[in-house]
């Protein structure tokens, strides 16, 4: 198994395929390397192939007035975008493009729809639709109840652990997206922070009071 089939038996909507599976899903598609701010479809374009991120950051926006982005979400390795072609739309919906070097594995709607006609396969795709709906849920449980600083740690605990220096591969903008928040919350919160002696984040390093963190972690589990 190559690099692309390790990446989708990884993934949530993939994962637990049979190998024999994953290997057609390899055959029906290819991987593509896309540079830093290249596009990799627009908004219009007709929609013939899916995409599963392999390595990298791609950014999900539509356009809006005066030249300027609307970024609906940061795709990160091991999730999937431009599915709506599947079965809702014949062209994409938003614009792609790779934030930083990316490498994409691409699929085929044709060749998709095709193995969707046998059970077996079906089965374990549906299947696995459902947990990402449950994934979502969760998500969105998480945005509801606790506030940003909160959002701010558990995301640090669960994809970098908590220790006092980490090595962030995200943009102040990227990280506010995925706790739910803007780039101008994050950054009152973390100036705040900074004042407290709480938190330092210089580039990509970002120095932590871990006991703080930890502390604040453990009070939402006890909640």
């Known amino acids: 198994m190559n690099r692309s089939g390790e990446a989708l038996s990884r993934s949530v909507i993939f994962g ?6 994953i290997h057609r899903l390899e055959k029906s598609g290819r991987t593509e390397n896309f540079g830093r701010d290249e596009l990799i479809f627009l908004e219009g374009d007709k929609g013939d192939r899916f995409f599963f991120l392999i390595e990298g950051l791609v950014r999900v926006y539509k ?3 005066n030249d300027r982005e609307v970024v609906l979400r ?3 390795p091991g999730e999937m975008f431009g599915e709506v072609i599947l ?3 014949p062209v994409y919906p938003v614009n792609a493009v790779a934030q930083r070097e990316s490498a994409v594995f691409s699929i085929r709607r044709s060749a998709f729809i095709e193995l969707l006609q ?3 396969f079906m089965k374990f795709f549906v299947g696995n639709l459902f947990k990402k709906m449950r994934h979502l849920t969760d998500r969105i449980a998480f945005l ?3 506030d940003v600083e909160e959002r701010f740690f558990v995301f ?3 994809h970098y652990g ?3 220096e980490v090595q962030v591969d995200l943009s102040k903008a990227e990280l506010a997206e995925a706790i739910g928040t803007i780039p101008e919350t994050i950054s009152r919160m973390i100036a705040r922070l900074k004042t407290r002696g709480v938190v330092i984040w210089e580039k990509n390093e970002l120095k932590i009071n871990v006991d703080y963190a930890k502390s604040v972690i453990e009070k939402l589990k006890a909640e």
């Open 162 to 164: 908590l220790k006092p």
């Open 118 to 120: 046998e059970e077996s």
């Open 87 to 89: 079965f809702d739309s």
């Open 16 to 21: 637990g395929l049979p190998d024999e599976l």
């Open 144 to 146: 509801n109840a606790y």
């Open 63 to 65: 356009a809006a007035d």
């Open 74 to 76: 940061h795709i990160r």
């Open 156 to 158: 640090i605990e669960e």
